[in-house]
């Protein structure tokens, strides 16, 4: 038995390897010993971690940053529920993963064998595909079963699937395993046929000569940004771009995109604006202005370019054009007869520049260290080309509102397809392991306070991440919404932790510094990683501080036009 356990599992793993899988992340446990034996003697490099939850969202960060499916192992009972928070951001974001649960055989469910749950469907619709397989057979159905995970994996939307293994004793091999000879015949991804030449041309009708924008919601296709660039030219446009969407930074034509497009909502310029038409693209964006504008038009054409799914929540999409963005973008610049008049653009980018100006006039005033000042400083420090993890909640929110764009190269990330803060700097850590170019996290206190245990990797793999932390002391973005003043406020959204983020971070072994001046800030950007920045800030200040930003642009924005 142990013999068929080792070359079942041998065979499963050289196959994912043929099929593109570079990356493992492992966690202890015996029943996934004979997975783990077989990824330890494979040419997929394996990264061992202690934590099943920090090693899935470290996979979700290569997964990320690589495009590729990555491999989750782990044992059974809780350590496999663990993985689920991972895995609903990957189903949410579209990354391709594969989940392998160990487990014990159909026997010993529901008869209380220790560290045995009903793992069969764990993830429910968390996951594109699950399939539960009873004590490995004969290891020449393995590549066959490696073929459909990576088919399910991979195929549009691409998204996380989940593999049981019901493995029975015993778990060691009596000998070295070899893998069975069998022959892999996965299908790569359905290849897009191409934008429709009749669609586009309704859609190019529907869009030529009326004042319109193209909404860039996050995306990570780099052939995206340039594509935008050319259609805005063509319709006279302006862009404004999420700074998930890559399309804010970069090598392409920057002159239609928006670096205020958040603050211009919040200013009421979009709904005065006059906008008859929209191009849209990637998912629901950042902005709650931009989205909230999106779902209350659904009377105006917003042509959604969109392969699969469907991220419209409001139902205001249409047409919808189930084609490749970037082919879509470039086909519709080419069928746009009449732009919009002359000074249409002009107009967004004098709001856009007042907001700007006004933002700046807010933040050259306040004292540092507050909020979107941290913002700015990481993304303006930066080096060229850079990776930028964001957190979700405030951190996200402030960079959409301070990111200026530019042509440097900077790929900014977040898990953004369930806006969790749990697992953030694992995922962050999985991106610069591959990267290959300087990675900075920007972190809510939160956030870090989630996955504290992470910096424990951190040190000991020597990952030259670089990670600034933003401590306000508990939940800032409470302060913004109709909870606070409430009596409980405090207890229960507010709830201060006390914590010194640079000593924590110490004593894992990570060097560690408490900053209180921009020049610091940024001159340690430019030292890389492994580091963490502890930024300390207050709360309730930092939410007067946006209101007075608010007021101000609104101001601005008005004085403008």
């Known amino acids: 038995m142990s013999n068929r356990n080792a070359a079942f599992s041998v065979t499963l793993v050289a196959a994912l390897r043929r099929l593109g899988v570079e990356h493992a992340c492992v966690t202890p446990g015996s029943r996934n010993t004979p997975l783990s034996l077989a990824l330890a003697d494979s040419a997929i490099t394996d990264w061992s971690h202690h934590d099943e939850r920090s090693s899935a969202f470290f996979a979700l960060g290569i997964a990320r940053t690589t495009g590729r499916p990555v491999l989750i192992v782990t044992t059974s009972g809780t350590a496999a529920a663990e993985l689920h928070p991972a895995l609903a951001e990957a189903i949410e974001g579209r990354v391709p993963l594969i989940a392998i649960t160990a487990d014990r055989p159909l026997r010993l469910r529901g008869v209380g064998a220790p560290q045995t749950i009903d793992q069969e469907d764990l993830f429910g619709p968390s996951v594109k595909w699950s399939l539960d397989v009873e004590a490995p057979g004969d290891a020449s159905t393995a590549s066959p079963l490696a073929t459909r995970l990576w088919e399910a994996a991979t195929q549009p939307p691409a998204g996380p699937v989940h593999l049981n293994l019901r493995f029975d004793e015993p778990l060691m091999p009596a000998g070295k395993a070899s893998a069975a000879a069998s022959e892999l015949t996965a299908a790569t991804p359905t290849a897009d046929a191409g934008p429709d030449a009749a669609q586009v041309r309704a859609a190019a009708a529907l869009l030529s000569g009326r004042r319109g924008v193209i909404v860039a919601g996050p995306d990570h296709d780099p052939a995206v940004p340039p594509a935008a660039a050319a259609l805005a030219a063509a319709l006279g446009w302006p862009i404004l771009a999420d700074p998930l969407s890559g399309v804010r930074a970069g090598s392409h034509d920057l002159g239609a995109v928006l670096g205020a497009s958040d603050a211009l909502g919040w200013s009421g310029f979009l709904e005065a604006g006059g906008i008859e038409a929209v191009v849209r693209f990637g998912a ?24 699969a799914g469907r991220r419209d929540p409001a139902g205001t999409a249409n047409p919808i054009l189930r084609t490749g963005v970037a082919a879509t973008l470039t086909a519709l610049a080419g069928q746009v007869t009449t732009p919009a008049p002359a000074d249409w653009l002009a107009r967004w980018r004098r709001a856009d520049a007042a907001a700007a100006a006004a933002i700046d006039t807010v933040l050259q005033a306040a004292s540092f260290p507050n909020e979107p000042a941290i913002a700015r400083v990481v993304s303006a420090a930066l080096p060229d080309p850079a990776v930028l ?134 001159a340690l950007l430019g030292q890389g990683g492994p580091q963490l920045m502890d930024v300390r800030t207050n709360r309730a200040e930092n939410a007067e501080l946006h209101r007075e930003i608010r007021r101000r642009v609104a101001e601005a924005v008005a004085a403008s036009t």
């Open 284 to 307: 629901i964006p950042t902005s709650k202005p931009v989205a909230e504008w999106l779902a209350a038009h659904g009377d105006r054409p917003q042509v959604f370019i969109e392969p």
């Open 389 to 522: 993890w964001v957190a979700s909640s405030m951190p996200v929110r402030d960079l959409d509102a301070v990111m200026t764009p530019t042509p440097r190269r900077v790929r900014v990330m977040a898990n953004r397809g369930a806006n969790g803060i749990d697992g953030f700097i694992s995922t962050a850590l999985g991106s610069a392991a591959v990267s290959g170019v300087p990675t900075v996290a920007l972190a809510g206190d939160l956030s870090v306070l989630h996955d504290v245990g992470a910096l424990a990797t951190m040190a000991r793999l020597g990952i030259p991440l670089t990670v600034v932390v933003v401590n306000n002391d508990g939940g800032g973005i409470f302060h913004l919404l109709p909870q606070a003043g409430h009596p409980h406020f405090e207890r229960h959204w507010g709830t201060p932790h006390g914590l010194e983020f640079a000593a924590i971070a110490a004593a894992f072994g990570v060097p560690a510094e408490r900053v209180t001046t921009a020049d610091r800030l940024a």
